[in-house]
């Protein structure tokens, strides 16, 4: 028989769950007093008090109901659609820092060295580890007097931060050139707040042709790709690329506002629409966002932006909004298609954490969702799978050994790199040894020899990039850009194909008028599939 607590901890954990289930049924009272066929959800609801019932009276241990209504909540959000979930408090934590384009703490990136030890990377420049004296390759092997032993990254970095003005005492084993033994250093670190770089890569090219890749949407983003493109044009760049390969997305503010950069005043970037009301009106979230500032890329300057399939969400957006205005050429493979929209809902318990829930579709100002679609380059150079892993580690290991060399990163002659092909012997040597793996392990077997090949680069290949360096050649072609897309420029009816909707009216047309955004945003953790998000305030009660 269940004790009084526990009993207590039933009802408390059922209306919990049944007040969730409410909210996110959209109006379940209120549709209660138009049509009492809805009281059925009641009784859709009873088998969740079956279970906890069950729980608590014949489970082997006591439960940990924190842990019982954390599961509860990941498997109701994971039922409804791929990006809706539950949000752990320590995951929305993480997930604030990481997209305000700061955090606080001493700004260093770790990563295990061959010893398994835990290894400054780099440290950010301008953080508080860098006029600490903390240097590239020195080993942490203390924290606050805790050895790193057996220590995992992630518990590391959790040691390593911390709020602002506070201290972390590190202790570090350094080599120093021509000496057999390593220094032992003992440096104390104050916390302060630590700028996050979006901009993962930026250079001239021949011919003048500017080159910027960025990894995601965050707060500083735009502002970091204006500092970038002012410094390219006082240098009589030409042309210019915006690289959004391998980029997840981000923030929806911080799409708008790269937009802003290139578009004219006024430009329409994105609408979302979510599901109409009872009575039919649409939703009281629904958004059109234009741009709201003068461009810094002049009218007419060449400009192309290279995607692949794994570009998604913000960055479609950035996509869809420049190519429909034919403000730039889109050269690579079709995107990732991420079209919709969640709406980051915080909860009051358990305390700290939120909902992510699918609200709404966004869509092109061609006026059409590419959720599951994606967006169709007007130049499509396909890289194999292969070649992009190659590609990718050659990247890193560019610059792995040597941080300066972050913007000097090697993509093949098009960035001044030989390109070397294996030898006839070695060529010999691998079709045999692929043709023995077949005969005794069969296809399998000869396909993950290939993979293991391409993530480690054993054959000493280098690629080309051969995106890049396609763009690179249509920019050289002709200096007017009318020209250039007359050329290349594909109908926006080819290139921007509308997904098959279901539950919402995709064919209301925007209704263009301007409109600010009063949310703050918030991107996915998970950079396989990121969802566009937005934060609601929590309701005054």
């Known amino acids: ?73 990941i498997g109701m959000m994971g039922s409804l659609d791929r990006h809706s979930s539950f949000i752990p408090a320590e995951t929305l934590r993480s997930m604030r820092e990481d997209t305000s384009g700061e955090f606080e ?10 010893e398994g030890g835990i290894m400054v990377y780099a440290p950010i420049m301008g953080s508080p580890a860098a006029e600490a004296g903390i240097m590239p390759f020195d080993v942490i092997i203390g924290i606050d007097g805790e050895t790193t032993e057996g220590m995992s990254l992630s518990d590391a970095a959790n040691l390593i931060r911390g709020r602002r003005g506070t201290t972390v ?50 707060d500083n983003t735009a502002r ?67 741009t709201e500032r003068s461009p810094i890329l002049p009218e007419g300057f ?30 690579g493979e079709k995107t990732f298609g991420k079209g919709s929209v969640q709406t980051i809902i915080p909860l009051h318990r358990p305390p700290q954490t939120a909902l992510r829930l699918t609200t709404a579709l966004y869509y092109t100002p061609a006026g059409v969702t590419i959720d599951n679609q994606g967006i169709i380059p007007d130049v499509e150079v396909v890289m194999e799978m292969e070649e992009e892993r190659l590609l990718l580690n050659q990247l890193y290991e560019s610059y792995k050994d040597d941080p300066e060399m972050i913007n000097r990163q090697n993509h093949g002659t098009v960035t001044g790199n030989e390109i070397s092909q294996l030898d006839p012997e070695m060529q010999e040597q ?71 909707v279901s539950g919402i009216d995709a064919h209301r047309p925007a209704d263009r008028r301007s409109s600010r955004m009063r949310e703050v945003q918030i991107p996915d953790e998970d950079h396989s599939e990121p969802p566009l998000e937005h934060w609601h305030q929590p309701a005054v009660e």
Request: hydrophobic share 40%.
């Open 224 to 290: 970091e790709l204006r500092n970038k493109i002012r410094e390219f044009l006082d240098e009589g760049m030409t042309g210019f690329v915006l690289d959004l390969r391998w980029n997840p997305g981000g923030l929806l503010t911080s799409s708008v506002e790269v937009c802003e950069l290139f578009l004219p005043r006024g430009s329409l970037v994105t609408y979302t629409r979510g599901r109409l009301s009872e009575s039919g009106d649409p939703n009281k979230d629904d958004m059109e966002l234009y």
């Open 1 to 73: 028989m269940m004790n009084r607590n526990s009993k207590s901890e039933f009802i408390g954990l059922l209306t919990f769950l049944l007040i969730a289930v409410l909210l996110l049924s959209n109006g379940f009272i209120a549709r209660i007093a138009a049509d009492s066929e809805t009281v059925d959800v009641y009784q859709q609801v009873e088998p969740i008090g079956d279970v906890l019932s069950r729980i608590l009276k014949e489970y082997v241990h006591n439960p940990e109901m924190e842990k019982v209504v954390e599961g509860a909540l």
């Open 430 to 500: 691998e079709a045999q040894l692929q043709t023995m793996m077949q005969e005794l392990y069969g296809d399998q077997a000869v396909e993950l020899l290939e993979e293991i090949v391409a993530q480690t680069g054993l054959s000493g290949r280098i690629v080309e990039d051969k995106p890049l360096k396609r763009t690179v050649e249509i920019l050289k072609e002709d200096p007017v850009w009318e020209n250039l897309m007359e050329r290349y420029h594909r109908d926006i009816k080819e290139t921007h194909i509308a997904a098959d």
């Open 302 to 331: 060449p400009m192309v932006v290279l995607i692949n399939k794994s570009t998604a969400s913000s960055a479609e957006i950035v996509t869809g909004a420049l190519q429909y205005n034919q403000r730039a050429l889109i050269v």
């Open 105 to 114: 703490g001493i700004g260093i990136s770790i990563r295990e060295d061959d």
């Open 169 to 218: 005492d590190l202790t570090i084993r350094r080599a120093v050139q021509g000496e057999s033994a390593p220094q032992i250093l003992e440096i104390e670190v104050k916390r302060d707040k630590v700028p996050l770089e979006s901009i993962k890569e930026a250079r001239i090219l021949d011919n003048g042709i500017g080159y910027i890749r960025i990894s995601d949407f965050k």
